[in-house]
């Protein structure tokens, strides 16, 4: 009995030391979160009118920050550790939950929303999904580009920042629960900085191309943050279709498609190794989808909208890029689609975009692994019984082989997503929505893609909206991130706060 309760009196022990680091590391990660909710004060430089509106961005901010600052300094590790994947799961879980409750706040002081609005539009932004209940007629510009700013710091991920600050990080438990599992260097710290470099470097050649097509400064900024982020918050109620413009379109389009892609194959694009982009499953199956899709778009749907043969085949082709990159940007409204139209979107946001990328959706890459082990397994059929097989797969520049426990893994996911959908969309229409409508719309608030047939707004129902609420956050974070993390936290707790 004596020998047992020393066992848990240093199992207690140890765990206090693993949950200091934890509290440690989620703290940096609130002080970046807190940077993040102070950062539109900048633009007050520009716009000085609107500094009776600083403190709603400063109180929260500041208080964050140095909560968070102060976590770091004192129960951070002098030793860098490595974490494991459900101690990643914790803080991923952690950071998340009080960036999206703290960023609430803003929301309720500036623009009056109350609290069901605030933590919607909050969890709408970190998460990168771009629905929205706020009028942004009458929105300030510090609210707007708050807005763009969270969706910016949401999609890089705070795992990936705070490994870019975190000196001599080795194990990959952070990263991979924020569900980036591959690296661009050997080592994990140098891997965040060269994402959050190639992220920074498209945010500024969007803000310029969109410039030189025809926004001004202010909407370009919010564009390419939103853009890039997959988000696709925007400043104006008619979103890109405000401008009209092809130029405009093209740009964001461009933008769209860097956002959705894995960061791996945005390295080897940059660094001119095409071969290994084009044998990557993901980009092949963009290949195909994207043509395919705005094929059947414009001839099932825009060929008879839109008065022009120009106009149909743009907004074809952006609606299917906005869908699939789970950005949620528009040109024009849906309500006037016909059925084909919207079970092909619905499609398009369920799949989603790029593994390791700012999209949401189920991903390309398990939509590609599923179809590679079905052909597997069809050919295993027809071939004698002893024969060994594995399909194989490109993973950045190494050929990888797709085993039965990834396939497993994969089709535990799917079970959860749908049921997670199924429930969704089961809500949605109990509150008296058609069930195409909430089909439509539960699809976008859980593959984070932001686009809206009206069933969205700052007067739904609080029951519609927290539903909501709760698949944009699964989703963000992948279903397996939160209940890792949540069931750590309920196993772990009792023997930390009790001996």
């Not at 007629?137 to 705070?162: D, K, M, P």
């Amino acid at each position: 009995m004596l020998l047992e309760r020393k066992k848990t009196n240093r199992y207690s022990q140890f765990l206090r030391q693993r949950y200091r680091a934890i509290l440690g590391y989620t703290g940096l990660i609130w002080a970046i979160a807190g940077v993040v909710i102070l950062s539109p004060l900048l633009a007050l430089i520009f716009y000085p009118e609107e500094i009776n509106l600083a403190w709603g961005f400063a109180l929260p901010g500041v208080i964050l920050t140095i909560v968070g600052g102060l976590l770091w300094w004192f129960l951070a590790p002098k030793r860098v550790i490595s974490l494991s994947l459900p101690e990643g799961s914790v803080i991923v879980f952690l950071a998340w939950l009080v960036a999206i409750a703290v960023g609430t706040i803003p929301f309720i002081l500036i623009q009056g929303l109350n609290f069901t609005q605030a933590t919607f539009e909050s969890t709408s932004g970190w998460t990168t999904t771009g629905l929205s209940v706020v009028d942004v007629t009458q929105a300030s510009h510090l609210v707007l580009l708050y807005r763009s700013n969270i969706e910016l710091a949401g999609g890089g991920g705070f795992a990936i920042i705070a490994l870019s600050a975190i000196s001599g990080l080795s194990g990959a438990g952070l990263t991979s629960a924020e569900g980036r599992t591959e690296q661009l260097a050997p080592n994990v710290r140098r891997s965040a900085k060269l994402v959050l470099s190639i992220y920074s470097g498209y945010a500024v050649v969007g803000i310029l191309a969109l410039w030189i097509a025809g926004m001004g400064w202010f909407d370009a900024v919010n564009h390419s943050f939103a853009a890039l982020s997959t988000g696709g918050f925007s400043t104006r109620t008619d979103s890109i279709g405000y401008w009209d413009s092809p130029s405009v379109e093209a740009v964001t389009i461009f933008l769209m498609i860097l956002g959705t892609l894995n960061f791996l194959t945005s390295y080897f694009l940059l660094t001119g190794k095409f071969k290994s982009v084009i044998r990557n499953g993901e980009v092949r199956l963009m290949a195909l989808i994207i043509p395919l899709c705005v094929l059947i778009i414009f001839f099932g749907v825009a060929v008879s909208l839109y008065d022009t043969l120009g106009k149909g085949v743009r907004v074809a082709i952006f609606e299917v890029v906005s869908a699939l990159s789970t950005t949620g940007f528009s040109t024009v409204g849906y309500s006037d689609w016909n059925s084909l139209g919207w079970t092909i979107m619905i499609i398009l946001m369920l799949i989603g975009g790029g593994t390791g990328a700012t999209a949401g959706g189920i991903k390309q890459f398990r939509v590609y692994a599923l179809y590679r082990a079905l052909l597997w397994e069809v050919k295993r059929m027809l071939q004698p019984k002893n024969t060994v097989t594995e399909p194989n797969y490109w993973q950045g520049d190494r050929r990888s082989f797709l085993n039965d426990n990834q396939v497993r893994t994969i089709a535990l996911f799917l079970f959860l997503y749908f049921l997670v959908f199924s429930i969704g969309v089961i809500i949605t229409a109990a509150y008296g929505n058609p069930l195409p409508d909430s089909l439509f719309e539960y699809a976008s608030s859980l593959s984070t893609v932001g686009l809206s047939i009206g069933v969205t707004s700052a007067d739904a129902p609080v029951g519609l909206l927290w539903t909501q609420i709760v698949g944009m956050f699964l989703g963000r974070l992948e279903f397996f991130t939160v209940f890792v993390g949540i069931i750590r936290l309920f196993q772990d707790l009792p023997s930390i706060l009790f001996k």
